[in-house]
């Protein structure tokens, strides 16, 4: 999830404290990017709904 979420453009990778404080405060100061963010990650969310359950019957019918 996190690699499609990223590849999405549906989060924001920081490397130091100091710029997670900036991208919160841009945010924070921005609501349209942060509703864009949370389009994105919804619809990475909705794209993979039902995978894990998909993926435990294919593990399941291996098994049998």
Do not use: W, Y
């Not at 920081?14 to 404080?21: I, P, T």
């Not at 609501?31 to 894990?52: C, F, H, M, S, Y």
Request: net charge negative; hydrophobic share 45%; proline share 2%.
């Amino acid at each position: 999830i996190c690699a499609d979420l990223l590849r999405a453009q549906a989060v924001i990778e920081v490397d130091s404290a100091e710029r997670f404080v900036a991208e919160v405060t841009r945010l924070h100061q921005n609501p349209e990017v942060r509703e864009l963010l949370i389009k994105r990650a919804t619809q990475v969310l909705e794209d993979n709904k039902g995978a894990l359950q998909r993926h435990l019957d294919v593990v399941l019918k291996l098994l049998e």
